[in-house]
């Protein structure tokens, strides 16, 4: 899965994960192939970015390995390391960076 831009999305694309305006309300469900009506209408509704199955659109960004993120964790959580509170969020987040990584 890959969250881009949405001027960087085609027709056919398929969507990851839901679509939400910032109130919250579902624009777009999981799985909702984009059209091109579709992706002006959420262009003029301000949605920034979409989540899309698979990894079709080259950022130019290279994709950082599961050990670089892990580093990007620890360094970010560095300040609150005794914070039993914020071990678990970092703990959260440490399985989901695993279990993407499993889907990759």
Request: hydrophobic share 35%; aromatic share 2%.
């Amino acid at each position: 899965m890959q969250k881009i831009p949405v001027n960087l999305a085609k027709p056919g694309m398929k969507l990851a994960k839901p679509v939400a305006n910032d109130r919250g309300i579902v624009l777009c469900g999981t799985g909702a192939e984009l059209t091109e009506e579709m992706i002006t209408r959420l262009s003029d509704m301000g949605v920034k970015r979409i989540t899309v199955e698979g990894h079709p659109v080259d950022t130019g960004d290279p994709e950082k390995t599961l050990s670089q993120q892990i580093r990007e964790l620890d360094a970010r959580f560095k300040k609150v390391e005794g914070d039993p509170l914020m071990g678990r969020i970092k703990d959260i987040f440490l399985e989901r960076l695993k279990e993407r990584a499993k889907e990759a």
